[in-house]
């Protein structure tokens, strides 16, 4: 009985201080710089159905079910997904936000294997050189337990390494698709 008791005091330090030291904010940002100017980017950008063709995520399960639901490239459209495998899950992401060569804002919903919110957002600069710099990037404000599971999740399990290579992995993706595509005249 000692022995148990002993376990579930330290078990409620830890836990003590994990929600004492843990950031009840989530956010990861990730970017690259893609050889051709940022109308060209951005109109790629502002339609998710174009996202299927470079996001890490989804390439983990050809088998996933997709559906649609707007007007592509407009606030209020809907891409969802279901997918078996847990890496993938099943979702949606609404587009939020779009300001023209800037910023596509989205939320994204998660259903299984867990429930989750977060804003999404892909940032667009111009180089001025016909390159563009693009920023993809998640956050979310946590409340109590989550911000504690997410901590102990994306640090622990190392969680938020896997979603640092799959945002790298969809950055790579995306610049290898848009620099395949022959350059607009003049550029």
Request: proline share 4%.
């Amino acid at each position: 009985m000692k022995v148990v008791t002993g376990f579930v005091a330290v078990l409620a330090i830890v836990l003590g201080v994990i929600a004492v030291i843990a950031p009840r904010e989530f956010k990861l940002q990730r970017e690259i710089v893609i050889n051709r100017p940022v109308d060209m980017v951005f109109a790629h950008l502002k339609y998710l159905q174009n996202h299927d063709k470079w996001n890490a995520w989804k390439k983990l399960d050809p088998q996933l079910q997709q559906d649609y639901r707007g007007t592509d490239g407009a606030i209020g459209f809907v891409s969802a997904w279901d997918s078996e495998n847990k890496d993938v899950g099943t979702a949606e992401q609404e587009i939020t936000e779009v300001i023209e060569n800037q910023k596509l804002g989205t939320v994204i919903r998660f259903k299984k294997p867990f429930e989750a919110d977060f804003d999404s957002y892909l940032l667009t600069e111009d180089l001025a050189d016909g390159r563009t710099k693009v920023t993809m990037g998640i956050e979310d404000q946590m409340s109590f337990p989550m911000y504690i599971i997410s901590f102990i999740v994306n640090v622990c399990f190392n969680q938020q390494q896997k979603i640092i290579d799959n945002t790298d992995e969809s950055l790579k993706g995306l610049k290898w698709l848009l620099e395949s595509v022959p350059s607009p005249k003049g550029v």
